[in-house]
Nanobody
């Protein structure tokens, strides 16, 4: 059974930082590309960042320079370090695992991030 379990969300003031974690089980983590998506209330779900199986990463323009995605294959975990948070970063953040970028195979349950102004 595949499980992706996110943690690390919470309430933070604007300008603060959070680090999200996503622990995977039931998949061969090292060969999967991993992504972070987010969905704000009333908005569509957007891709925030991805890291390939070869550890190449890309970011949405809205978070570039503030967020960093990383992975630890020994721990089957992907991280999202979020710095200089803004109220517009408020959303539920989801991690996904996929063999092909843009086609998530598995989703986590999400973790809420709330940034107060």
């Amino acid at each position: 059974q595949v499980q992706l379990v996110e943690s690390g969300g919470g309430l933070v003031q604007a300008g603060g930082s959070l680090r999200l974690s996503c622990a995977a089980s039931g998949i061969i983590f090292s060969i999967n590309h991993m992504c972070w998506y987010r969905q704000a209330p009333g908005k569509q779900r957007d891709l925030v960042a991805f890291i390939t199986s070869g550890s190449n990463s890309r970011y949405a323009s809205s978070v570039k320079g503030r967020f960093t995605i990383s992975r630890d294959n020994a721990k089957n975990t992907v991280y999202l370090q979020m710095n200089s948070l803004k109220p517009e970063d408020t959303a539920v953040y989801y991690c996904t695992a996929q063999q092909r970028l843009g086609q998530p195979d598995y989703w986590g349950q999400g973790t809420q991030v709330t940034v107060s102004s």
